[in-house]
C-alpha cells in the first residue's frame, strides 16, 4: 500500500472559540525520523481519546499524534460546542429501529462520560455546563416534528420536556419558536477550551505535533512509514482519525463528504442586554428541521448562530461567501432577539464536518495494523470521543458494550464521484434549506 495526500486542512484565524482563550505555544513541528509503536492521524476528539486510552494501557508505547494544522484548532475547536447525548433520529417513530436510536445513544453518552471524568480530573475549564439541550422549531410543521421525537424518546426512557411556545420563550428569553423538546443528559461547553484541556493532559508517551500534515503512506514490511514535509515517523501501526479528510486518505474514498458549516459569535451581552432576555440560564438549540439554525446562548453570556452549509468540498469558503454568510446569521440574530438590537458579532468562522449518505460512521481495520474512525455526522464531541475509545479497546482486544455499539455501525452507503457529487450535494442542501423555512 503506497498513496500521496493532497488534501489538506486550510484553517481561518477567526474562529471566536479559540481567539476568546489565552494564547498558547506551539506543539513542535516533526522533524526528522521518529519511530514509534503507533503514530495518529488528526488531533481531534477521536485522536486524543485513542492515544489516551492506548497510552494508559501501555505505558512503554511510543504514541505520535500529527496535525496538518494547530492541535486542537480544527474542526474540533469550530463547533457550536454540543456534546450531544440524545441524537435524534429526523423521522417518525418506528420501532424496527428503536435499538439503533438506543445503541447511538449509548455511544454519546459513553463518550460524555469519559470526558466528564477527564475534565473533573485534569480541572479542565471549558464552561461545561450539564444544562441539555433544546429542539425547536417556528413553522407550523413543528408540532409533528417535536411529537416524532418524543415518540422514541419516550420510547427509549429518555428524560425530556415537552415545550409550548409560552414555555420556550420563559426558558430562553425569546417567543420565536411555537414548540420545543428539552432532553436533560446533553452538555453545552466551550470546545477550543475542552480539546485544548484534552491535548495538554495526555500521559508523557504521547508525543503531539502541529503543522506536521500526513502527506504520503507506505507500507514497507509491515511497518508504516508516513513522511511530512520535513520528517517520517516508522510506526508498527496507524490511525486514520482525520475525520471530514478521511476521504483523502483511505483507499476507498467514496464513502463520506465534507460539509463546509460557517458560525458567529457576539461580544458578552451587557447587564442590560441580560435583563431584556429575561436574566435566562445558558442554553443550546438544534432545529427540529434538519438544516435549521444552531444557537447558544453561552455561560458567558454571548450568543452564537450556526445556520448554513455548504459543499465546497475541501476548498475553504471565499471571502464573499463569507460575507453571505455573515448576513445571513445577523438576519437569524434579529428575527428571535429583536430587543438586542445594539448586539453584533465579534467573529465568525467556518470549518468542516463529515456526513454519510446514510449517516453512518467509519469504524475498524483497514488493514492488520491500520485503524480508522470517523465521520460522526455533526455530532463530533461525544461521539468521536467515544469512537476513539472504542477503537482503542478494538487495538487493544478488550470486549465491552462500548465496543459492541462502535462494531455494529453499518458501514457508510457509496456515492458517486465527482463531479457528479458535486451536483448532488449541492441539490440536496438546496432542497433541504427549502424546507427549513423560518427555522433558518
Known amino acids: 500500500m503506497q498513496y500521496n495526500i493532497d488534501s489538506l486542512p486550510h484553517n481561518d484565524q477567526t474562529c471566536g472559540w479559540i481567539n476568546n482563550l489565552p494564547s498558547r505555544g506551539s506543539f513542535p ?3 526528522g525520523k521518529h519511530l514509534a509503536d ?18 494508559e494501557a501501555n505505558p512503554n508505547h511510543k504514541i505520535i499524534i500529527l496535525d496538518a494544522g494547530a492541535i486542537g484548532e480544527g474542526a474540533s475547536s469550530r463547533n457550536s460546542g454540543f ?75 429518555i428524560p425530556h420536556e415537552d415545550l409550548s411556545q409560552a414555555q420556550l420563550s420563559k ?51 509491515g511497518l508504516i512509514h508516513i513522511g511530512t514535509a520535513k520528517g517520517e515517523v516508522i510506526a508498527k501501526n496507524m490511525v486514520l482519525a482525520s475525520n471530514a479528510f478521511l476521504h483523502t ?20 451581552l451587557t447587564k442590560e442586554e441580560q435583563t431584556l432576555l429575561g436574566d435566562v440560564q445558558d442554553w443550546g438549540i438544534l432545529s427540529l428541521h434538519g438544516m ?29 461567501q463569507m460575507l453571505a454568510a455573515q448576513q445571513t446569521h445577523l438576519l437569524c440574530l434579529r428575527q428571535r432577539f429583536p430587543m438586542l438590537e445594539e448586539l453584533n458579532f465579534e467573529h465568525s468562522w467556518q470549518g468542516v464536518l463529515c456526513i454519510s449518505r446514510n449517516s453512518s460512521s467509519l ?35 478488550d470486549n465491552n458494550q462500548l465496543l459492541s ?26 432542497r433541504r434549506k427549502y424546507g427549513t423555512g423560518p427555522d433558518a
Open 249 to 268: 486518505m483511505t483507499p476507498s474514498p467514496s464513502y463520506t463528504v465534507p460539509l463546509t458549516m460557517t458560525a458567529s459569535l457576539t461580544r458578552p
Open 171 to 221: 426558558r430562553l428569553g425569546t417567543a420565536y419558536y411555537r414548540r420545543g423538546v428539552w432532553t436533560k443528559a446533553d452538555v453545552m461547553l466551550q470546545p477550543a477550551a475542552l480539546i485544548r484541556g484534552l491535548s495538554d493532559s495526555l500521559p508523557e508517551n504521547v508525543t503531539l505535533h502541529d503543522y506536521s500534515a500526513a502527506l504520503s503512506v507506505e507500507d514497507k514490511k
Open 363 to 397: 469504524f475498524g481495520k483497514l488493514a492488520d495494523n491500520i485503524y480508522v474512525s470517523g465521520c460522526y455526522n455533526a455530532s463530533g464531541i461525544s461521539r468521536g470521543s467515544a469512537m476513539g475509545l472504542a477503537l482503542a479497546d478494538y487495538a487493544l482486544g
Open 83 to 157: 456534546a450531544v447525548a440524545t441524537s435524534s433520529s429526523g423521522e417518525a417513530y418506528n420501532p424496527a429501529k428503536l435499538a439503533e436510536f438506543k445503541r447511538i445513544n449509548r455511544i454519546n453518552n459513553a463518550g460524555i462520560e469519559s470526558l466528564r471524568q477527564i475534565v473533573t480530573a485534569q480541572q479542565i475549564d471549558c464552561q461545561w455546563r450539564d444544562v441539555g439541550k433544546f429542539h425547536c422549531g417556528a413553522p407550523s410543521t413543528s408540532a409533528k416534528a417535536a411529537d416524532d421525537f418524543i415518540h422514541w424518546l419516550e420510547a427509549a426512557q
Open 292 to 320: 435549521g439554525a444552531t444557537i447558544r446562548y453561552t455561560a458567558d453570556h454571548r450568543i452564537l448562530i450556526r445556520n448554513t452549509a455548504a459543499y465546497n468540498a475541501v476548498t475553504p469558503l471565499r471571502s464573499s
Open 29 to 31: 513541528v516533526l522533524a
Open 405 to 430: 455499539d462502535a462494531l455494529a455501525y453499518p458501514a457508510p452507503t457509496w456515492m458517486p464521484p465527482r463531479p457528479i457529487l458535486d451536483i448532488a450535494m449541492k441539490a440536496e442542501i438546496m
Open 38 to 55: 503507533w503514530v495518529v492521524i488528526g488531533g481531534g476528539y477521536t485522536g486524543i481519546a485513542f492515544a489516551r486510552r492506548m497510552a
